[in-house]
């Protein structure tokens, strides 16, 4: 999603697919659409050059192992994302020297999941919201939980409100767990370069560069930081 002018772009069920965030940004930026699904992002995967990878390249030996042991859909998927820290979600946030923001967000989803599940990750408001006005996020997490608060576009209501990028993202977090008991994660930028990675599950692996200083951290209260070589 582009914060200046609130374009957006989305896929979701696509197959074989190896990086649906640029299949996502070419149908933000070659159609007049939000979201394509299925077949149909597929086909216009096809239509544009994308190239599909075979399904046993995007499958590892880890994941069959997991889904193995976790094959019943309602344990298997709240101990992981409650109790444990076992989600794959990957989200960038980003704002540029002129304070415009954009965000990206990819998963794989829930294994065990049903067949035609939709998470949280392509759904502008829920998964990744971009506006200059107020600031960019990406989540990740428990998709049913997000889905139900609209999570990115919470963070960003409590920072209209005059909220710190961090105090929203907790409020938010904790607001999901109050009320739907799911547990989760955001990273936020401001249009002024403010940011924060706040989460509410047992570890998240984040990292940040602001003026070339990487920060990263994975564990609650600990931010590590690295000058990086010009």
């Known amino acids: 999603m582009d914060g200046r002018t609130l374009a957006s772009g989305a896929v979701s069920c696509v197959k074989n697919i190896a990086n649906p965030v640029s299949l996502a940004r070419a ?120 889905l139900k608060v609209t999570l990115a576009r919470l963070i960003l209501s409590h920072i209209e409100q005059g909220k710190s990028v961090a105090d929203a993202s907790q409020l938010s977090l904790q607001y999901m767990g109050d009320r739907v008991q799911g547990a989760g994660g955001a990273i936020v930028v401001s249009p002024s370069g403010k940011w924060a990675a706040t989460f509410t599950t047992e570890r998240m692996a984040w990292a940040a560069v602001e003026n070339d200083v990487l920060w990263y951290g994975l564990d609650p209260n600990k931010r590590l930081k690295e000058q990086l070589s010009k």
Request: aromatic share 6%; charged share 20%; with cysteine.
């Open 27 to 146: 149908v933000m930026e070659k159609t007049a659409h939000i979201m394509l699904t299925g077949r149909g992002a597929n086909m216009f995967a096809e239509s544009i050059g994308i190239v599909t990878v075979p399904t046993e390249t995007l499958v590892t030996e880890y994941e069959m192992k997991e889904w193995e042991k976790h094959k019943n859909y309602v344990t298997g998927v709240m101990e992981d994302f409650n109790s444990q820290w076992a989600h794959d979600t990957v989200g960038a946030v980003a704002v540029d020297c002129a304070g415009n923001v954009a965000c990206a967000t990819s998963t794989g989803g829930i294994r065990n999941k049903m067949v035609g599940r939709v998470g949280d990750s392509p759904i502008i408001g829920s998964g990744g919201y971009a506006d200059n006005f107020t600031g960019a996020v990406s989540c990740t997490g428990h998709g049913e939980s997000i």
